[in-house]
C-alpha cells in the first residue's frame, strides 16, 4: 500500500477512535442505545435513550409528524437534572424504567453526586399536548437503597 494511502486509512481510523468532546446534532445517534414510539394525539411520540457513559448521555424526546414528511414538530434533550450537566457533574447518571402512559412518558433517572455518597432516583414525566412537550415533572429525590 502507499504511503498516502496507509495515511488516509490512519487518519480514518484515528478519527473514528478518538473521543469526541463536543458531539453535533446528527452525530449523537452512534451513542443511542434504545428507542421506541408510540402514537399520541396524532402524532408520532419518541424517544432515543443514549449512553449514560458517551459525551452525550441524555434522553431525547421527540413528536413527529407522519403526515409531514415526519417533520420533527417538538424536540426535548434531556442532558441536564436538578441543573447539574449530566456529562460533568455527577459521577454517573443514567435513565431507566422508560415507559408510556397514555400521552405521556415516564422514567427513572439514577445517579450518584461526586459529592455526596449513595445512589439517588427520581421519577420523571413528560406529557405530550398538542403539538407540544410539556415540562418535566419528577418526583423528590429518594434514595435507591
Same mark, same amino acid.
Request: proline share 4%; glycine share 4%.
Given at each position: 500500500m502507499n504511503s498516502m494511502r496507509?495515511?488516509?486509512?490512519?487518519? %480514518? !481510523?484515528?478519527?473514528?477512535?478518538?473521543?469526541?468532546?463536543?458531539?453535533? =446534532?446528527?452525530?449523537? #445517534?452512534? #451513542?443511542? +442505545?434504545?428507542?421506541?414510539?408510540?402514537?399520541?394525539?396524532? !402524532? !408520532?411520540?419518541? #424517544?432515543?435513550?443514549?449512553?449514560?457513559?458517551?459525551?452525550?448521555?441524555?434522553?431525547?424526546?421527540? !413528536?413527529?409528524?407522519?403526515?409531514?414528511?415526519?417533520?420533527? +414538530?417538538?424536540?426535548?434533550?434531556?442532558?441536564?437534572?436538578?441543573?447539574?450537566?449530566?456529562?460533568? =457533574?455527577?459521577?454517573?447518571?443514567?435513565?431507566?424504567?422508560?415507559?408510556?402512559?397514555?400521552? %405521556? +412518558?415516564?422514567?427513572?433517572?439514577?445517579?450518584?453526586?461526586?459529592?455526596?455518597?449513595?445512589?439517588? +432516583?427520581?421519577?420523571?414525566?413528560?406529557?405530550?399536548?398538542?403539538?407540544?412537550?410539556?415540562?418535566?415533572?419528577?418526583? =423528590?429525590?429518594?434514595?435507591?437503597?
Amino acid at each position: 500500500m502507499n504511503s498516502m494511502r496507509w495515511n488516509m486509512l490512519l487518519a %480514518a !481510523l484515528a478519527l473514528g477512535v478518538a473521543p469526541a468532546y463536543t458531539v453535533a =446534532d446528527t452525530d449523537v #445517534y452512534r #451513542y443511542a +442505545v434504545e428507542v421506541n414510539a408510540k402514537r399520541a394525539e396524532g !402524532l !408520532l411520540f419518541k #424517544y432515543t435513550r443514549f449512553n449514560s457513559e458517551s459525551p452525550y448521555p441524555c434522553l431525547r424526546l421527540e !413528536l413527529i409528524n407522519p403526515k409531514d414528511d415526519w417533520a420533527v +414538530v417538538e424536540r426535548k434533550d434531556i442532558c441536564e437534572m436538578n441543573g447539574l450537566s449530566l456529562a460533568n =457533574d455527577f459521577s454517573y447518571a443514567g435513565f431507566s424504567r422508560i415507559e408510556f402512559h397514555g400521552s %405521556a +412518558v415516564s422514567f427513572d433517572f439514577n445517579y450518584l453526586l461526586n459529592e455526596e455518597p449513595g445512589e439517588h +432516583v427520581q421519577r420523571c414525566t413528560v406529557d405530550a399536548k398538542g403539538k407540544a412537550l410539556s415540562e418535566m415533572k419528577c418526583t =423528590d429525590p429518594q434514595s435507591a437503597n
